[in-house]
Each structure stands twice: as structure tokens, then as C-alpha cells.
């Protein structure tokens, strides 16, 4: 049966404003299905947010910078329904960023004696900032509030890399500290070796230090992911290792445990190292099709499908729907106030597309939201990628015997073609509209073979198809 044939009795309903549930633990890995984690109500908890670069520390050209409007941050997250972000740590007091930026507050004090290279006294590493901990602290509780996940970051290797000029700005760096500390004792201008297998002596104790007071900041909490270092070349991977077992023995001697998570490392590293990590979670980069035609997640790891990952800036709704439909958890890079000049650039590849307009913004915002809500109505626990049941081939289904369920993620074209040959009995059709946002009931469908369903609109569409409840004789 064509649904186009019976639109006459079609139901035009929104998927709502769905409450974000109280937490109920710290997550998990979800035995039932691993490619989500779970907590301990049992259900399979799929995530989905955006984060920015400045959303722990102030960033800007003033000296303090302006500070950051994080309730405005959580406040656009939740009105999306997103259910998770990245907070990002930075440790250079300044950082030209395609614009000069101060940075503040940072985990260690300044004290002195001497000036470090900014005409500001130097930090002593073995003293923390209150006012950084206190900040860390407030805010993974203020997003615990709203029912939101947060990944919190221990280190920061991109800019080292990339920045011109970072390893002037960095604590570990020999004229910012009293300490003798001399992260970079190669000579390079960039640090490297403070996220290296070979450490620099005296800095592995710093680190371990700071780590396990970031730890001790956060434990009690339930929302708390962490995340080693944003983008650390291949260089770091016997170090993030490291790290991965240094905060999970730490941790074992806390109330309570959270996942941790390695992400990609740029330039050059490879998503096997990431498989073959002990994290609990990870974010791969484009190798594979993540970007353009994710892979089905096997389980054998929780995969953040991550844009600052992928694009830098960029994505779109497509991508966020064939993500989640393969398995996969979904986080966006979002500009949000632009603080990086050039910042909101979408791109393929190296070939600028257009500016990631607010429009833009705005689609893939909903679109995390929008399967974050649908996670929220399907047995996810049960759920499997399942690509060969529909020709789009992104399709997440339950086949428990008399609770079959589908939802398939159809790009713009002809009918999408469904393989109900093993599901006996009705079958309910719903489309949803990622545009709007609306969902339209229609009538049923017989399962015991392949059909061919269209959807009543215009565009790429989303499916769903459920085995109806047969009803008991008297």
C-alpha cells in the first residue's frame, strides 16, 4: 500500500517538547546494546550536543577577556533537546588564534617571584586557582540541573600544534614558572612533549596533580564523561593510554566511576588506535565515511560522531540522521558566538561550500535534537543498525519477535524500499519531517514482504514503522 494513497486520513503531530529525564546514575557501558552507555535504570542512552571552544574558559582580545554567557549556552542546548557537550580545557594564558586571544582563568596560580612573558607573575604548578575549579565545578553542576551530560576535558593538544606561537603562552613553559619546569626541552617553540610517551622530568607529577584534582572537582556528580586531550598528534598515544588508566585506577577509589574518552588524533593519527585504546568511548575522523556515509557501529566501541572531528566546522542535517541510524552518537562543533575569526566556514573536504549560516546552524541543531527525542521513543536497548532492511540503508531496528520496530532515515528521492518479510501481522507507518519537525501518522501496512513506501512530503524524509500490538480475543 502507498501511503500518498491515504493521506486523506493522515494525522499531522509534532514529536514535543520531551522532558530531559533525572539522571540516574553515572553512565555506563549499556551490555544490552554497547554502542550506547546506559545508567541505572537499564535503558540505552544515546547522546547528542553541540559544544564551543570557550564554554569553560573565557576567551578574547581583552585582557580579561569578556566572560562567557554559559546559561545563554545551556539554555540554547536544552531548548534543542541536546543532551550533551564538550567542555574544553585551555592552558595558555594567551593564543593567537587567527586573532589574539587572552585566556582565563587557568588551574594554576600566579604568584610569582618573577614575571612570566606576559609581564604577569609567574605560576607556581604545584598551587591551583580556585577560581578555575570553582568554575568547573559550577558548571558541570548547572548542566547536571538541566539533565545534561558534560565531557570534561583534561588537555588541550591542537593549539600547541597549530597556533603560532601557543608554547609562549603555556604554564610548562620554562620562563612562565618558579618551579623548573621545561616542557619543551627539545627546543621546538611548541611543547609536544608534555603529551609524549618520553615526558619531560618533573611534568608527568604536575600532570598527574592537575588530573586528579580535576577528578576530585567532579566526582559526585552523575553527568560526567571525560575526554584526555582534544586532538594530540600520534605522538600522544602511549601518553593518552597512560592517562585512560591513571584516571580510571584514580577513580576507582572514588564514590563514583564515569566513561572515559579518547578522540581523534590530528594530524595523522589512525581510528585504530582509538579502537584499540582503553577508553570507554571515542571520536573518530573522516577515514571510513564518518563524515560522508558513516560506518555501522559494531559495538565494540561508544562512538561520538564528532564534527570538530570530521569538518572542523561543518555537517549538516543528513549527516546527523545517517549517524544516528548507523548506531552512532552525535556532537557538533558549533561556532556559537564566533570567537574564531573566519569561524561558521562549512566545508568538504578542502572545497569551501558556504557559511555555515544561522539557518544552517539552526537545522543541525534541531536535527540533534530531533534524534535525541526519537532515541527517547524507541527501545533503543533492542535497536541495531540494520542497513540491509532498507535501500537507504540507514535503518535502526528491533526484530524481537512480535516487536518489530524501524526507523529509517530516507534522503531526498524515490520511494525507500523496507524488508518486512519476517515481521508478521500490521505494521503502523509514521513519516517524520526533519524540516519541520512534524510527524504525520498514516495508515498500516501487512508485513511478510518488501514494500515500497513514500513519504507525503517533499525532501528527505524519516520512517517509522511499528509491528501493532495484536489485540486479545475475549
Not at 533537546?81 to 587557568?106: D, M
Not at 581510528?271 to 555501522?296: C, H, K, M, T
Not at 514482504?449 to 507525503?456: I, N
Amino acid at each position: 500500500m502507498n501511503p500518498r494513497s491515504i493521506v486523506a486520513v493522515s494525522v499531522w503531530v509534532g514529536l514535543g517538547c520531551l522532558a530531559i529525564g533525572a539522571m540516574d546514575g553515572p553512565l555506563r557501558l549499556s551490555y544490552d546494546n554497547p554502542r550506547y552507555f546506559t545508567d541505572r535504570s537499564g535503558k540505552a542512552i544515546y547522546l547528542a550536543g553541540a559544544h564551543t571552544w570557550n564554554n569553560l574558559v573565557d576567551m578574547g582580545p581583552t585582557d580579561p577577556p569578556t566572560a562567557f554567557g554559559y546559561e545563554k549556552f545551556l539554555d540554547l542546548l536544552e531548548s534543542h533537546h541536546h543532551n550533551v557537550f564538550r567542555l574544553w580545557a585551555w592552558h595558555h594564558f594567551e593564543s593567537t588564534w587567527e586573532l589574539s586571544h587572552r585566556i582565563a582563568p587557568l588551574p594554576w596560580v600566579r604568584t610569582g617571584p618573577g614575571e612570566a612573558l606576559d609581564g604577569k607573575p609567574r605560576f607556581d604548578l604545584t598551587a591551583f586557582d580556585p577560581a578555575y575549579f570553582d568554575r568547573l565545578r559550577e558548571r558541570v553542576r548547572a548542566a547536571q540541573d538541566r539533565g545534561i551530560y558534560v565531557s570534561v576535558m583534561l588537555f588541550e593538544g591542537w593549539g600547541l600544534q597549530f597556533n603560532p606561537q601557543p608554547w609562549r603562552g603555556h604554564p610548562f613553559h620554562a620562563s612562565n614558572n618558579i618551579n623548573g619546569i621545561n616542557g619543551d626541552p627539545n627546543g621546538s617553540g611548541k611543547g609536544l612533549e608534555i603529551q609524549s610517551w618520553e615526558l619531560p622530568p618533573g611534568v608527568w607529577e604536575i600532570e598527574k596533580a592537575y588530573v586528579r584534582k580535576v577528578v576530585d572537582t567532579v566526582n559526585d556528580f552523575d553527568n560526567v564523561l571525560y575526554e584526555v586531550v582534544n586532538e594530540a598528534g600520534p605522538y600522544s598515544t602511549q601518553w593518552q593510554y597512560q592517562v585512560i588508566h591513571f584516571v580510571r585506577v584514580y577513580e576507582s577509589e572514588k564514590p563514583k566511576r564515569h566513561p572515559i574518552g579518547m578522540t581523534f588524533q590530528h594530524e595523522g593519527g589512525s581510528n585504530q588506535d582509538l579502537f584499540n585504546s582503553p577508553a570507554d568511548w571515542i571520536s573518530p575522523n573522516p577515514a571510513g565515511g564518518y563524515r560522508e556515509d558513516p560506518p555501522v557501529a559494531s559495538g565494540a566501541k561508544v562512538i561520538l560522531n564528532d564534527t570538530d572531528h570530521l569538518w572542523g566546522i561543518g555537517g549538516n542535517r543528513a549527516w546527523v540522521w545517517k549517524s544516528f541510524c548507523r548506531g552512532l552518537n552525535v556532537l557538533f562543533m558549533d561556532p556559537y558566538d564566533d570567537i574564531k575569526e573566519g569561524g561558521g566556514i562549512y566545508t568538504t573536504g578542502n572545497v569551501v561550500k558556504h557559511k555555515l549560516t544561522p539557518a544552517l546552524l539552526n537545522e543541525i541543531r534541531a536535527a540533534l535534537g530531533h534524534t535525541r527525542q526519537w532515541a527517547d521513543r524507541l527501545p533503543l536497548k533492542r535497536m541495531t543498525p540494520q542497513s540491509n532492511l532498507a535501500s537507504s540503508g540507514y535503518c535502526l531496528a528491533n526484530l524481537q519477535r512480535g516487536a518489530e520496530e524501524f526507523l529509517i532515515y530516507a534522503p531526498p528521492g524515490p520511494a525507500v524500499s523496507v524488508d518486512l518479510s519476517n515481521v508478521q501481522g500490521v505494521v503502523d507507518v509514521e513519516w517524520f519531517d526533519p524540516g519541520t519537525g512534524e510527524s504525520r501518522r498514516v495508515a498500516e501496512v501487512s508485513g511478510g514482504l518488501r514494500r515500497e513506501l513514500a513519504a507525503p512530503f517533499a525532501g528527505d524524509a524519516v520512517l517509522h514503522l511499528k509491528r501493532k500490538a495484536e489485540e486479545r480475543k475475549p
